[in-house]
C-alpha cells in the first residue's frame, strides 16, 4: 500500500502563488493533482507520467505548472495567478499498475 501525503495549502489573496507537494511513501508511475470545490464533482487539474509528459485542465493551463522529483516519489503544483474559483480540496493521486492510490486532501483559498 502506497501513502501519499500532501502539504502546501492555505489561504492567498487573488493574484497570489501557492505550490502544492505530494510524497509518496512507495513507487508510483503517473501521479497527478485533483480538485474539488462544495457541491462540485472531483476533478482533473493535472497529471504528469514518470517520464515527464504533462497534461493539464484548460482551466489551470498557462497558470499551472506540475512536476516531479522521480528520486524522491514526489509531484509538485506550483500555482500562480491565483483565483476565486481554484478555491477547492487538492488531491495527490498516483497510480501503480492498476491501483490507484490517493492523498488525505490540502485546502487551498483564493480569497481577499
Known amino acids: 500500500q502506497v501513502q501519499l501525503v500532501e502539504s502546501g495549502g492555505g489561504l492567498v489573496q487573488p493574484g497570489g502563488s501557492l505550490r502544492l507537494s505530494c510524497a509518496a511513501s512507495g513507487s508510483v508511475g503517473t501521479m497527478g493533482w485533483y480538485r474539488q470545490a462544495p457541491g462540485k464533482q472531483r476533478e482533473l487539474v493535472a497529471t504528469i507520467t514518470s517520464g515527464g509528459s504533462r497534461n493539464y485542465a484548460g482551466s489551470v493551463k498557462g497558470r499551472f505548472t506540475i512536476s516531479r522529483d522521480n528520486a524522491k516519489n514526489t509531484v509538485y503544483l506550483q500555482m500562480n495567478s491565483l483565483k476565486p474559483e481554484d478555491t477547492a480540496v487538492y488531491y495527490c493521486?498516483?497510480?501503480?499498475?492498476?491501483?490507484?492510490?490517493w492523498g488525505q486532501g490540502t485546502q487551498v483559498t483564493v480569497s481577499s
Open positions: 493521486k498516483g497510480t501503480w499498475y492498476t491501483n490507484n492510490y
